[in-house]
């Protein structure tokens, strides 16, 4: 403490007491660099919002610009396209337990009858699987897509074998005019109750983007057990979500802006402009440039005398392939996909490479599926469809729905697979955990197994030697040992 200190601790306790504290503190803020304010930290962002105020006001913004980057911007499509196709794929199947076989054929047949048909949609068009596309895709442009139930009655269900429908709606829909509901506070069209959770959506009834409005928008309030909300957390205490695209939003416009840039140089440095000289004291004649207005490769044009022609220098494109390459890098790790597959580049790729950016992206791919189709999009899908058994008299039947994400591509399976083998030979795994890894379910792969067995023995078909099986891990390995070395001998 310095002589100034002691003097004001002296007159005023308290005001030397404030400022020891705001020296100590300082004195612990200096020692991370990155805390300083200074011209190496000058234009640093530092906003001490929480998760969901950190985006207030700049959600339908950063939406609006995630589409249209979409729509007009070839990599961020291709983005999207990776994730959903890597999250999602062919679909994220629902597969039904239960000990009962009777109980179990009716649960399962009202699977098929209802949320793999298009009877489960409102608009008649998706079944499960789709859906579970559009919402992925909507998730990873949206930040956020809601799905709201509709129950049915005689009037607009009478087919249907569980009684509602779902409808898929985007975060457009959420009525922002809205501030409160009585004690409860409304931010952009989302209720909190007293806990700070969420109670209510406040959802327009048709998207103020429409062309056409059939009737003036109206705004419904809808109780959370009738609404799935799935968006991707980040931080704890969030409940909105934010495009994906948002952190890399600034270097795909640069990308883009780049790309356009070099296409017009290459349409000028293929054009072949001349410029025509004229000897000092020549007489020019009326049609100077007569025949220069279609110069074309191949073409003898006669010059009239004095003239001389003078090509021009186009400029020269150079180090595009490796500023995109640098620039698809970062967007890539900002969405959490590999380069190669953002970019569809292969070149220099080897089975390491390819397997080690696999295993980093299926991790993400894994949480992904878990986080959001299943926890969220699965979870209250059985809720619902449990709800619509009640309704139609199902009752008292116990039993436990799975969700089998899709298959995941394997690099080298003539290496991979014998792998996964003698994982379960030795005790690491098991087989349906291996099944499910691949995105198969178990119960129904034994149930084929059986179903082949016995059309086998009905056709008196000899049965299939395990000998084969057994030795053909070891050949496989041996021939992917052979291919591996020959695509790093090609990848070098």
């Known amino acids: 403490m310095n002589v100034l200190d002691r003097v004001v601790g002296f007159f005023n306790p308290l005001a030397g007491l404030n400022r020891a504290k705001a020296r100590a503190q300082t004195a612990i803020v200096m020692n991370y660099d990155a805390a300083s304010r200074g011209r190496r930290t000058y234009g640093w962002k530092a906003p001490a919002t929480s998760a969901d105020a950190a985006a207030y006001g700049s959600r339908a913004r950063l939406r609006q610009i995630s589409r249209d980057m979409v729509r007009n911007r070839a990599y961020a499509a291709r983005a999207r396209d990776v994730v959903v196709a890597n999250v999602v794929g062919d ?52 930040g956020e897509v809601f799905i709201r139930r509709r129950p049915r009655d005689a009037r607009f269900g009478a087919r249907l074998a ?44 048709e998207h103020p983007g429409a062309v056409q409005h059939r009737r003036a928008p109206q705004s419904t309030r809808i109780h959370w057990s009738d609404v799935i909300h799935i968006r991707r ?46 000897a000092s004291g020549s007489n020019r004649p009326a049609d100077e440039q007569t025949g220069l207005e279609s110069l074309e490769p ?16 186009p400029p020269k494109v150079d180090g595009y392939a490796d500023f995109m390459k640098q620039g698809l890098r970062a967007v890539a790790a900002g969405v959490g996909v590999t380069y190669e597959a953002l970019a ?35 979870t209250g899908m059985e809720r619902w469809f449990r709800e ?32 996964m083998v ?40 000899p049965e299939l030697s395990g000998g084969a099986a057994v030795s053909a891990p070891g050949e496989a390995r041996a021939a992917g040992d052979q291919r591996k070395e020959k695509q790093d001998d090609d990848g070098q």
């Open 91 to 142: 679909g994220i199947m629902p597969s039904i337990r239960c000990e009962n076989e009777a109980h179990k054929t009716t649960v399962e047949q009202l699977v098929r009858q209802h949320l793999l048909s298009n009877d489960i949609d409102a608009l008649g068009e998706y079944d499960l699987l789709e859906m579970q596309q559009i919402c992925m895709s909507g998730v990873f442009t949206d």
């Open 162 to 205: 569980l009684p509602y429908q779902v409808e898929v709606l985007e975060p457009d829909l959420l009525d922002t005019t809205i501030q409160n509901n009585g004690k409860n506070l409304v931010v952009e069209g989302v209720e909190y109750g007293p806990t700070g959770a969420i109670e209510a959506y406040h959802f327009l009834s």
């Open 233 to 278: 957390f980040d931080r704890p205490g969030q409940l909105r979500g934010v495009p994906w695209l948002a952190p890399v939003m600034m270097t795909i416009g640069e990308l883009s802006d780049y790309q356009e840039a070099q296409i017009l140089k290459q349409r000028m440095s293929a054009l072949l402009a001349v410029m025509l000289k004229w």
């Open 298 to 313: 191949g073409a003898v044009v006669s010059l009239p005398d004095g003239a001389e022609p003078v090509p021009t220098d």
């Open 344 to 378: 569809v580049d292969l070149e220099k790729v080897n089975f390491s490479s390819a397997r080690l950016g696999r295993n980093e992206m299926d991790r993400l791919v894994r949480m992904w599926q878990r986080g959001l189709m299943i926890a969220q999009f699965g």
């Open 388 to 419: 619509g058994m009640a309704l139609m008299g199902h009752r008292g039947i116990e039993f436990t729905m799975d969700w089998t994400p899709p298959r995941r591509i394997l690099v080298d399976p003539t290496r991979e697979i014998p792998a």
């Open 422 to 461: 003698e994982e379960i030979d030795a005790g690491l795994n098991s087989r349906q955990g291996v099944q499910r890894e691949l995105g198969r379910d178990p119960a129904r792969i034994r149930e084929e197994r059986a179903q082949d067995m016995q059309a086998d023995n009905d056709a008196g078909l």
